[in-house]
């Protein structure tokens, strides 16, 4: 089963606006991961936010964390063409060492 | 990609074959995962190594075992593919240690190999 689902499924926006994904999970986490997946390749870690904080910024990236609403959103500010990939959140719950990933967003930056 | 390998990129194979795919680390990371990645769900747990000999299940196990016989190799097998182990696969590592102030969960993944069972 999966513990992160992100929305929407599939985004696509012009080069310069914002994107925000959206990732909801199920149980109680020690951190939420935000991962970007280039077509053919494996994952790339973007960011982490711990359970204890609310917002983290790296970048054009920013992500907020609601543990009580169990949410957490990416926005990426002034999207580039090279913007365009999959991007998944992970949940890592309590001591376990494990990541449970969401199906993803796939996003669309057109020139 | 982090000192992660994969080996091989691509097969082909047929039902009933065994398969070993290969991961190799130059990072002495501890911790080492197994995942595969299909369509519609995400990427899926399916072993896991916490350390030399030390492994352990993961969401989609069945049909699937590893070994890990030094920290820098962890190898999964399908005993007898199935077209339904048509997969991409990924290897990740994570250092996984505690109290250096860093993201230690944070994974870091391999280029994947792409297998697909006739």
């Known amino acids: 089963s999966q513990q992160g689902e992100e929305d929407p499924q599939a985004l696509s926006i012009q080069e310069g606006e914002n994107a925000t994904m959206n990732c909801s999970y199920k149980?109680?986490?020690?951190?939420l991961q935000w991962y970007r997946q280039n077509s053919g390749r494996g994952l790339v870690h973007l960011i982490l936010?711990?359970?204890?904080?609310r917002e983290k910024h790296s970048g054009r990236l920013r992500v907020t964390l609601d543990t009580s609403k169990k949410s957490s959103s990416l926005l990426i500010t002034a999207s580039r063409a090279a913007d365009t990939a999959s991007y998944f959140c992970?949940?890592?719950?309590?001591?376990?060492?494990?990541?449970?990933f969401g199906s993803g967003t796939q996003l669309t930056v057109l020139p | 990609d982090a000192g992660i390998t994969q080996s091989p990129r691509h097969k082909v194979t047929e039902t009933g074959t065994p398969v070993t795919l290969r991961c190799h680390q130059t990072?002495?990371?501890?911790?080492m995962y197994w995942y595969r990645q299909d369509p519609g769900h995400g990427l899926r747990l399916i072993h896991y190594?916490?350390?030399?000999?030390?492994?352990d299940k993961g969401e989609v196990s069945d049909g699937y075992s590893v070994s890990r016989s030094k920290t820098e190799d962890f190898l999964l097998t399908l005993e007898s593919a199935t077209s339904s182990q048509t997969s991409v696969y990924f290897c990740?590592?994570?250092?996984?240690?505690?109290?250096?102030?860093?993201?230690?969960?944070?994974?870091?993944f391999g280029p994947g190999t792409r297998l697909t069972v006739l």
């Open positions: 149980t109680s986490i020690n951190n």
């Open positions: 936010i711990r359970s204890n904080e």
């Open positions: 990740a590592i994570s250092d996984g240690t505690s109290g250096r102030g860093t993201d230690t969960d944070t994974q870091y």
């Open positions: 990072e002495n990371h501890r911790y």
């Open positions: 190594s916490y350390g030399v000999k030390d492994t």
């Open positions: 992970a949940t890592c719950p309590g001591s376990a060492r494990q990541l449970t």
